[in-house]
């Protein structure tokens, strides 16, 4: 592929966006010069490739496509086929899965997806069974009553929140927390780890409809053999939500017992973070979920994306390269790189380390919370996010813990000497950084002060680190 055919594509693009609307064209230009200038850390992101991108600026966009591949409810979808076709193919022989689902828009619409589909296929409901045979004009008054009785109040034992686990898995803001009466497990007080004992017990004593393995913030590999085995023991279908590190099981860094998916009945994930693809989610299954998986749209998804499926199947051919699982494997070292920096000059880390692509450091070491660390490190152009750690003090908002991740930085070509580096601006960073006051004197969790100079001058560093890794060498706007 020729670099001039990237930035003619693009600078082409933007010329005919320009023409419209140039506030747009300005936007998106603008938005490449702060990716490539930021240290971007933050764990869920990652720069796609040309291709992917692409493949979603098309009039795929302009298609409606409900209903499955051979089977839609419009006309004119043959071209629509070939590229889901392609996606679900992809993303079955990546992960060896008996199917998959592609049409989710996102994370979160993945699990609906698969809640949806875990209810329907578990739950014991005469007047369910009539309305999937589809004499839904059938159902009485009473039928419609008691479907809503029997779904509802079903269980769900998910990772909590503060121990890493996501909204979606039973948690209140969430509606999966409103659908579903749920428990949580944690992890050790002392290691931070999961405590597959613990586990064990809390899924006994509540005998879950759905056990939830997977998380957003959990910085070890998780033991999905266990996982499963503790859902069989209480008849819970077993999910798993790869959403993070759907990229470190596609490059086979994370096989065996910590590969979710021979283990699980239906595993979710998102396409957009380690595994490098578009904005996105996806559903893989073991065949007996299937059939209720793809009543996806319309049962909670709108129309599907058929411009995000193209780009989901340039994006999962791609991870099934063989340097993806090299890419894979240096997101990993990186990250345990950029972790023994930080503890090397006196940072403390949950569980002490890393064996993923994050690292979720605890700052009240640095006397700050989570806000405050994020925003001193903003503005010294080191971009991360604020996350709660275990049994948080500072609660949801203020936090006391930054989540660190090595996917972006590893797709630009940073090694784990520049992980190094990165460490020590984050921690020069956090130590030069000190806690505010509110005007009646009590502590702020938000207010803090940061010499100005130093900002600059790690925000230079930072620049500096990258120059030699440019974003999307190919591309030249100019
Ligand atoms: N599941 C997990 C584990 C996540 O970390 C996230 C997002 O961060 C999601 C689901 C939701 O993904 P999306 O933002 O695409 O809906």
Redesign the pocket.
């Known amino acids: 592929m020729s670099r001039n055919a990237e930035s003619t594509a693009f600078r082409s693009a933007l010329e005919v966006i320009r023409a419209v609307e140039p506030r747009v064209a300005d936007a998106i230009g603008a938005e490449l010069t702060d990716q490539r200038e930021s240290l971007k850390l933050i764990a869920?992101e990652n720069y796609a490739s040309p291709a992917t991108l692409l493949a979603m600026g098309n009039w795929f966009s302009d298609k409606y496509a409900e209903g499955t591949v051979g089977r839609r409810f419009y006309a004119g979808c043959q071209n629509v086929d070939t590229v889901e076709a392609l996606a679900a193919e992809h993303a079955r022989e990546l992960f060896g899965a008996a199917h998959a689902y592609v049409q989710p828009?996102?994370?979160?619409?993945?699990?609906l997806v698969a809640f949806w589909a875990v209810l329907a296929d578990r739950v014991e409901s005469p007047a369910l069974k009539k309305a999937q045979v589809r004499q839904v004009n059938d159902l009485t008054e009473a039928d419609w009553f008691a479907l809503r009785r029997e779904l509802g109040n079903q269980r769900m034992l998910g990772m909590s929140l503060d121990a890493g686990?996501?909204?979606?898995?039973g948690f209140r803001p969430n509606i999966s927390g409103k659908m579903f009466d749920q428990r949580s497990y944690g992890t050790d007080p002392t290691t931070g780890l999961i405590d597959y004992d613990r586990v064990a017990e809390a899924a006994r004593e509540f005998k879950p409809l759905i056990l939830v393995g997977?998380?957003?913030?959990y910085p070890r590999k998780v033991n999905f053999r266990i996982l499963r085995e503790i859902a069989d023991s209480v008849g819970a279908t077993f999910m798993v939500?790869?959403?993070?590190f759907a990229g470190l099981v596609a490059g086979k860094v994370f096989t065996g017992d910590f590969d979710p998916v021979p283990h699980a009945h239906i595993v979710?994930?998102?396409t957009?973070?380690s595994l490098r693809g578009p904005?996105?989610?996806m559903v893989l299954c073991q065949p007996e979920l299937a059939d209720q998986v793809d009543r996806g749209c319309p049962m909670v998804l709108g129309g599907p994306l058929p411009h995000v499926m193209a780009a989901k199947a340039v994006a999962l051919a791609e991870a099934r390269r063989p340097d993806f699982a090299d890419y894979a494997q240096r997101i990993v070292d990186n990250a345990q790189a950029l972790a023994e920096g930080l503890l090397s000059r006196g940072a403390t880390l949950v569980t002490g380390g890393t064996d993923n692509h994050l690292v979720l450091i605890d700052v009240s070491g640095y006397g700050l919370t989570g806000r405050q660390a994020e925003q001193a490190l903003l503005d010294s152009g080191i971009v991360t996010n604020r996350n709660s750690v275990p049994q948080d003090p500072n609660g949801a908002w203020y936090t006391s813990g930054i989540r660190v991740g090595t996917p972006a930085l590893t797709t630009r070509g940073l090694g784990t000497a520049e992980m190094d580096q990165t460490a020590e601006l984050i921690h020069t960073v956090l130590t030069q950084t000190t806690a505010g006051a509110n005007a009646d004197g009590t502590p702020s969790k938000a207010k803090y002060t940061l010499d100005a100079g130093l900002a600059d001058k790690i925000a230079r560093q930072a620049t500096d680190l990258l120059a030699t890794y440019p974003l999307y060498p190919g591309i030249d706007l100019s």
């Open positions: 869920s828009h996102s994370g979160i619409d993945a699990n686990g996501h909204l979606t898995h997977g998380y957003s913030a939500d790869m959403a993070h979710t994930t998102t957009h973070k904005r996105g989610g």
